[in-house]
């Protein structure tokens, strides 16, 4: 079983940058997408960026132009840079992976079933 740890979050003032991780405890081939999501209090979980094996992204609307995500197979880890950060962008990111060929590329947190713990970014105004 892969096991997935995030890491790179923290606090920033609006209009800064961060880079989350993903390091994977196995193969990453395996998962057919990755993905992140975050959830802030009181709301549901959301889908931020997901990313194919092959390199496909898909972007919720809130974030497109600002966070890009990305994966390194040969190092098992997955990436999101987040660049404009906003105060509304304050949640708890988690990254995910999924083992079924969803088409087109998911972004809804049921397809996923492999979850991290989660990493904390707040953004301040």
Not at 27 to 50: I, L
Not at 53 to 63: H, I, N, P, Q
Not at 67 to 86: E, G, H, I, P, W
Request: hydrophobic share 30%; charged share 20%; proline share 5%.
């Amino acid at each position: 079983q892969v096991q997935l740890v995030e890491s790179g979050g923290g606090s920033v003032q609006a209009g800064g940058s961060l880079r989350l991780s993903c390091a994977a405890s196995g193969d990453t081939w395996s998962f057919y997408s990755m993905g992140w999501f975050r959830q802030a209090p009181g709301k549901e979980r959301e889908g931020v960026a997901s990313i194919s094996r092959l390199g496909t992204e898909r972007y919720v609307d809130s974030v497109k132009g600002r966070f890009t995500v990305s994966r390194d197979n040969a190092k098992n880890t997955l990436y999101l840079q987040m660049n404009s950060l906003k105060p509304e962008d304050t949640a708890i990111y988690y990254c995910a992976g999924s083992r079924v060929n969803y088409l087109p590329l998911p972004l809804e947190p049921p397809k996923f079933d492999t979850w991290g713990q989660g990493t904390q970014v707040t953004v301040s105004s």
